[in-house]
C-alpha cells in the first residue's frame, strides 16, 4: 500500500513541479521522439509504420502529428480522454485525415498502464509508452494532459507548431485551431 501511495504523491509533485518546466513551443525545433509500445495493425497502418517499434516521430506518414502527453494517474487527463476520442473522430472525418496524424504519449506510464488507459476510456488512436520519462524531459516536462502539433515535413527539422497545457474547451473547435496552425 505504502509503495503505491508514494508512487502516487511523487507523480503529484512530479507534474505539480512541471508548472515550473517550459514545454516546447511553437517554431521551436522538436525532439526526434523514439515511440515504444504496442500497437493493432489498424493503428500502425494509420501512421504509415510497421513492425513492432521502437519507431521515431518522423517515420509517422503524415505532414503533422498531433501529440497528446498524458498520464494514466492525471485525473485532468482521465476526464479529456472522451473529448480527445470526440477530437480523434473529428479529425478522421476531416479534410485533414491525411495529412494530420494523433498519437498519446502516457508519461511515466509502462506499456501495461498506458493499454489499460486505452482499454478503459476506449481510446482508437495510438497511444505509446514513456515509463523512463525521457520523453517528457525531450519536450520540455510539460504539465498533463499538454498538446503538441509538430510540423513533419522536413523529416531532418521537425518543428513545434502548436503548443497547447490544459484541457480542450472543445474538440471540433480545437481540431479547427489546428487545421489554421498546419495552412
Known amino acids: 500500500m505504502f509503495r503505491y501511495l508514494s508512487s502516487a504523491i511523487l507523480t503529484v509533485f512530479l507534474f505539480a513541479g512541471a508548472a515550473f518546466a517550459e514545454p516546447m513551443q511553437k517554431g521551436e525545433n522538436f ?81 501495461f498502464e498506458v493499454n489499460f488507459f486505452r482499454k478503459k476510456y476506449q481510446i482508437e488512436f495510438p497511444l505509446f509508452d514513456d515509463l523512463d520519462f525521457k520523453i517528457y524531459e525531450e519536450v520540455g516536462k510539460p504539465g498533463t494532459p499538454h498538446f503538441f502539433m509538430v510540423d513533419l515535413k522536413d523529416k531532418n527539422k521537425l518543428k513545434t507548431v502548436s503548443s497547447f497545457a490544459g484541457r480542450m474547451k472543445d474538440p471540433k473547435k480545437f481540431l479547427i485551431s489546428l487545421q489554421k496552425a498546419a495552412d
Not at 476526464?79 to 508519461?107: D, H, Q, T
Open 31 to 111: 525532439p526526434d521522439i523514439t515511440l515504444t509500445g504496442n500497437q493493432t495493425a489498424v493503428q500502425l497502418s494509420y501512421l504509415g509504420l510497421s513492425g513492432n517499434g521502437p519507431w521515431q516521430l518522423k517515420d509517422i506518414d503524415a505532414d503533422f502529428v498531433i501529440i497528446e502527453i498524458f498520464s494514466m494517474y492525471c485525473p485532468h487527463c482521465q476526464a479529456e480522454a472522451p473529448s480527445v476520442n470526440k477530437l480523434f473522430a473529428a479529425l478522421k472525418k476531416s479534410k485533414s485525415n491525411a495529412r494530420i496524424k494523433l498519437i498519446g504519449v502516457g508519461v511515466g506510464n509502462s506499456d
